[in-house]
């Protein structure tokens, strides 16, 4: 287990390296690590690439502020997952410009393109449009959160779950490799070119072994919401029913293997 100072040192040393790579510009973005019954939350309009361990928020795991500090103004987004997936002790919501391009364009990252994106992403869905730091957003991100560790947010951003701040990260930076790696096969005109289902199956039963986990999911949770492909190319996000949302997981998956 981690001390305070330790937690607040990784989050300055997470928003580091996610300016430093482009994935926030700007005060994009923001980060927040679980300890018990007690976040750590990045403040609101800073940049994160410059955070000093006394800046981070402590919050209740509804988000309300227990040093007099404000948190960010997206903490919503973080209290609603962790209240659905007890498995989650770090999440990263980030603006990458790539995989942010694939969320404007409705197209899921979901099929198995590299093996490192199939053990530690999986399929990662785009969840519909909700205005940034409200309940809508939350709720969307919610719905969603326990078919996938990583999210698309339709004309935002995206958001990364770990074990911890670190695997959080990691797929933060991986989801935006992949989007660059998938954008250029659709240039070259060979992205139908996926990994054969013999190697996802087995790179997908390696996951566990190499610290990627299914999600675990709290029941009672509420109504999953996602957005499809063809949706959003008709012209806008919709809200899925939970049969809906499961079929659609269902042939996500099915893709993955086949
Ligand atoms: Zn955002």
């Not at 482009?22 to 690590?33: A, F, H, K, Q, T």
């Not at 899921?108 to 990662?124: H, R, S």
């Not at 675990?216 to 012209?235: D, F, L, Q, R, Y």
Request: proline letters at 8%.
């Amino acid at each position: 287990m981690k001390g305070e100072l330790a937690i607040r040192a990784d989050i300055v040393e997470v928003g580091r390296r996610l300016y430093a790579k482009g994935l926030i510009g700007g005060n994009e973005g923001n980060v927040s690590v679980r300890d018990g019954r007690v976040l750590y939350v990045t403040p609101p309009a800073v940049c994160k690439g410059f955070l000093v361990p006394e800046c981070i928020v402590k919050t209740d795991l509804e988000g309300r502020p227990l040093d007099g500090q404000r948190a960010s103004t997206e903490v919503l987004m973080h209290t609603a997952v962790y209240r659905r997936r007890s498995d989650v002790g770090g999440i990263v919501h980030a603006h990458p410009p790539t995989a942010t391009g694939f969320a404007v364009a409705g197209i899921p990252l979901d099929q198995p393109l590299t093996a490192e994106a199939v053990v530690t992403l999986g399929a990662v869905p785009v969840i519909p449009y909700g205005t940034p730091s409200t309940p809508e957003l939350a709720e969307n991100v919610a719905g969603a959160i326990c078919e996938a560790q990583t999210l698309l947010l339709a004309n935002h951003g995206a958001l990364a779950v770990g074990v911890d701040l670190y695997q959080a990260w990691e797929r933060m930076e991986i989801l935006e490799r992949v989007a660059q790696v998938s954008l250029v096969a659709r240039l070259l005109g060979r992205e139908g070119r996926h990994l054969p289902a013999a190697d996802v199956a087995r790179l997908t039963g390696l996951r566990e072994r190499a610290g990627y986990p299914p999600p675990v999911c709290e029941p009672g949770a509420p109504a999953p919401a996602v957005t499809s492909e063809p949706a959003a190319a008709a012209g806008g996000p919709v809200t899925l029913s939970r049969e809906e949302l499961v079929r659609l997981v269902a042939e996500a998956v099915e893709r993955f293997r086949t």
